[in-house]
T-cell receptor, first 110, second 116 residues
Framework: TQLLEQSPQFLSIQEGENLTVYCNSS?????LQWYRQEPGEGPVLLVT?????EVKKLKRLTFQFGDARKDSSLHITAAQPGDTGLYLC??????????FGQGTRLTINP | GAGVSQSPRYKVTKRGQDVALRCDPI?????LYWYRQALGQGPEFLTY????????KSGLPNDRFSAERPEGSISTLTIQRTEQRDSAMYRC??????????????FGEGSRLTVL
């Protein structure tokens, strides 16, 4: 059973388009992180959200933590080929055990 | 080096052999995590340590898997009597924080295990 469900699992869009990736769970998390992973490398942290309803922006990326701290979204504006990668959400439960979703494979076509 | 270092990077072994995977975390990092990752999938939690204490081993698939971090720095993940289903990328990550909100995880490049 997947604790964190990400959708869509695969997304291929044209450069310049906008997109949203979702991370959902029936569990409450004390914090939630988003990572990006490129082929052959380990995941790299993009952002951590802690407070329900929190919104954080990182250039063209906007991250939101749900009010109930059970879900999160990542919105990318004007996607660029450099945004291509595997996007992972990860939630902390209890004493900081961090579990990951299955990932969203994003491809931005020039 | 300044990052998380894992060895070996690649390991090919025969079914039934034992393997030991090593992780050298970033100096000063308190927490150390082990994950297993299938190609194109998210990392699957195995176990983690704060200093030398194993805090959670609920993700270890069965009793053939064990991990230790005896001096609170380098960690070893051992798989006994390997099976083909153990083939995967094993990733180690370390974090500066030991309590409170989860800190940033810094991942190593992984150890690719292939069991023939």
């Amino acid at each position: 059973t997947q604790l964190l469900e990400q959708s869509p699992q695969f997304l291929s869009i044209q450069e310049g388009e906008n997109l949203t990736v979702y991370c959902n769970s029936s569990s409450v998390f004390s914090s939630l992180q988003w990572y990006r992973q490129e082929p052959g490398e380990g995941p790299v942290l993009l952002v951590t959200v802690v407070t329900g309803g929190e919104v954080k922006k990182l250039k063209r990326l906007t991250f939101q933590f749900g009010d109930a701290r059970k879900d999160s979204s990542l919105h990318i504006t004007a996607a660029q080929p450099g945004d291509t990668g595997l996007y992972l959400c990860a939630g902390a439960k209890g004493a900081q055990k961090l579990v990951f979703g299955q990932g969203t494979r994003l491809t931005i076509n020039p | 080096g300044a990052g998380v270092s894992q060895s070996p990077r690649y390991k090919v072994t025969k079914r039934g052999q034992d393997v030991a995977l090593r992780c050298d975390p970033i100096s000063g990092h308190v927490s150390l995590y082990w994950y297993r990752q299938a190609l194109g999938q998210g990392p699957e939690f195995l176990t983690y340590f704060n200093y030398e204490a194993q805090q959670d081993k609920s993700g270890l698939p069965n009793d053939r898997f064990s991990a230790e971090r005896p001096e609170g720095s380098i960690s070893t993940l051992t798989i006994q009597r390997t099976e083909q289903r153990d083939s995967a990328m094993y990733r180690c990550a370390s974090s500066l924080r030991s309590s409170g909100n989860t800190g940033e995880l810094f991942f190593g490049e992984g150890s690719r295990l292939t069991v023939l």
